[in-house]
C-alpha cells in the first residue's frame, strides 16, 4: 500500500487496498500505521478476538476461504495482503472481485 496515485489531494487506490483500508478501519488500525512488516499481535495488541474478526473481515470481502487464526499464522499486515493477493489470483475466471460489497 505504499505506491499510491495522488489525484486531486486524495489517495488513489486499488480495489484490494480500499477494501484492506475499510477492514482495518473496523478494526481500529490507523491508516498511518499500515505498514507491511506491521505485527497484528505484536504492534497492534491483537488478541484471539480480533484475529478471528480480522480472518472474518477478509475472508468476507474477498470471499476467500480463510482459516480461524489466519492472521496469528501470517503475522504482519504485508504477509496477509500478499496471502490474499495469492488466493485471488488463484481463483477461477469467473470471480467477479465487485460482486461483493460489504
Given amino acids: ?3 499510491r496515485q495522488k489525484f486531486n489531494n486524495t489517495v488513489k487506490m486499488s480495489p484490494i487496498e480500499e477494501k484492506f483500508a475499510r477492514i482495518f478501519k473496523y478494526m481500529g488500525i490507523p491508516m498511518e500505521q ?3 512488516n506491521a505485527s497484528f499481535v505484536n504492534d497492534f495488541g491483537f ?6 474478526c480480522l480472518t472474518f473481515y477478509i475472508g468476507s470481502y474477498f470471499e476467500i476461504d480463510t482459516t480461524e487464526c489466519l492472521i496469528i499464522e501470517l503475522k ?3 504477509n496477509v495482503v500478499n496471502f490474499v493477493n495469492n488466493k485471488l489470483e488463484s481463483t477461477p475466471f469467473n470471480y467477479d472481485p465487485y460482486s461483493h460489497v460489504l
Fill in 1 to 3: 500500500m505504499q505506491n
Fill in 76 to 78: 504482519t499486515i504485508g
Fill in 47 to 52: 488478541e484471539e478476538f480480533q484475529c478471528n
Fill in 34 to 36: 499500515v505498514q507491511p
